[in-house]
């Protein structure tokens, strides 16, 4: 059963910087696409950002040019650099990875950005 393990996340203040990783284990193989996917309170889950194996990427209206994501498939990880933090990011992150079509979820990271 392939595991997805985050890391980062935290606390930043708005216009500060946070670098979320997420490392898939437990395959052989490298993974499909990657992505991020962030939930706040009382909000339904949003896709942040993606990426094919091939580094082809897709962005949220409301993170493109603040964040950039980015993979290396020899380690099957994935990271997202956050920039130009706001408090409307906060949310829990969500690592989100594809095997042979089937959804794999990490345990999710809290982001809390202060205004």
């Known amino acids: 059963q392939v595991q997805l393990v985050e890391s980062g996340g935290g606390l930043a203040q708005a216009g500060g910087s946070l670098r979320l990783s997420c490392a898939a284990s437990r395959t052989a193989f490298t993974m499909d696409a990657m992505g991020w996917y962030r939930q706040a309170p009382g909000k339904q889950r949003e896709l942040v950002a993606s990426?094919?194996?091939?580094?082809?990427?897709n962005y949220a209206d409301s993170v493109a040019g603040r964040f950039t994501i980015s993979r290396d498939n020899a380690k099957n990880t994935v990271w997202l650099q956050m920039n130009s933090l706001k408090p409307e990011d906060t949310a829990v992150y969500l690592c989100n990875a594809r095997l042979f079509r089937k959804d794999y979820w990490g345990q999710g990271t809290q982001v809390t950005v202060s205004s």
């Open positions: 990426i094919t194996r091939g580094s082809n990427t």
